[in-house]
């Protein structure tokens, strides 16, 4: 018999104070009002992006572990083979993956949650229906997604981003490019879309990395999503050592490039691109060839590409 939403996760107790505080309100306007933000590490997780701006915040502010979840009833191990120790003739460690909630407290004071760790590959209705139940017991009003994923843009220019949310307001300032298109789905997706069914304000923002960039770390996205996260939700967020790593980074892309005419010249015509479409849009922040949005067949078949070189990747033969 599988197990229940609730069987899935454990709080623990340091999760006590949320809980008794929503416990005891008996009016919505009396709620706390916590943002929980999720950066699920998996397909949709373009150069690592999302998981690095949730670790970078673990790293640098306050926080504390109030419920972890079984991973090991979630992930495939097969397919995303945990890291193990060898040490001349024995197995020393075994590096687990992790599903974990903390609470932080941003550079203000003010407390927040972030949902950090690998994105189950099973039961994702169980998993998000349990995450739904602990937004409700936690006082939990607005859940935000850390996401990145490939496109055609030079790593020259500033990082752009898509923004999606369960109801237009949330995300007014940032403009809609697409119609309807069908792309492959995330457990973040879902949890979006569950908590808007449940009139819970649920929104995201998804960092464009370089295509060519996709499988390294690129913390200028990670940076970009912390400050859209900090537009988004009124937080104050460190950002200096996120900006050190960009900047870093970017000198050591810049001499790779500078080391092939054939990378250059194809840095040099995105750079055009992005360019002709910001003249055109004045600003916006979206870009496609020819200052033309791509249409939604092109953004699928990117999304498809890069899953498929994901899955390329992974080991077979089990």
């Known amino acids: 018999m599988d197990r229940s939403p609730e069987e899935l996760v454990e709080l623990l107790p340091a999760a006590e104070r949320f809980l008794a505080r929503e416990a005891a309100v008996t009016e919505p306007g009396q709620r706390r009002g916590l943002v929980l933000v999720h950066d699920l590490a998996g397909d949709f997780d373009a150069a690592h992006a999302g998981a690095l701006a949730g670790a970078h915040l673990l790293a640098s ?34 590096a687990a993956p992790e599903i974990s909630l903390h609470a932080l407290e941003d550079d203000a004071g003010e407390p927040f949650l972030l949902l950090h760790g690998a994105e189950p590959d099973y039961r994702w209705e169980r998993f998000v229906a349990a995450v739904s139940a602990l937004v409700e017991r936690l006082g939990v009003t607005s859940v935000v997604a850390l996401q990145a994923i490939p496109m055609p843009v030079p790593h020259t220019r500033p990082v752009t981003v898509t923004a999606h949310a369960s109801r237009r307001q949330l995300i007014e ?10 792309i492959p789905g995330s457990v973040s997706a879902l949890l979006e879309l569950r908590l808007g069914e449940q009139g819970v304000d649920a929104l995201g923002v998804a960092a464009h990395v370089p295509h060519y960039l996709a499988q390294t770390t ?11 996260l900090e537009r988004l939700t009124g937080l104050h967020l460190p950002t200096e050592t ?29 750079e055009q691109q992005y360019d002709s479409f910001t003249a055109a849009r004045e600003g916006s922040d979206l870009l496609g060839g020819a200052g033309e949005v791509p249409s939604a067949e092109e953004i699928g078949a990117e999304f498809e590409r890069f899953l498929a ?7 077979r033969g089990e």
Request: aromatic fraction near 10%.
């Open 242 to 270: 996120l900006r050190e790593a960009a900047e870093a980074h970017r000198t050591e892309v810049d001499a790779q490039i500078a080391r092939s005419s054939e990378n250059t010249a194809v840095v040099a015509a995105l």
């Open 309 to 315: 070189d994901q899955d390329r990747k992974r080991p």
């Open 61 to 94: 502010l306050p926080n504390e572990l109030i419920a972890r979840f079984d991973a090991d009833a979630l992930v495939d191990y097969r397919a995303h083979r945990p890291r193990m120790t060898f040490s001349g003739d024995r197995y020393e460690a075994f």
């Open 173 to 182: 300032p940032y403009p809609v490019y697409w119609g309807e298109m069908r």
């Open 218 to 228: 690129y913390p200028a996205a990670s940076l970009s999503l912390v400050e859209h």
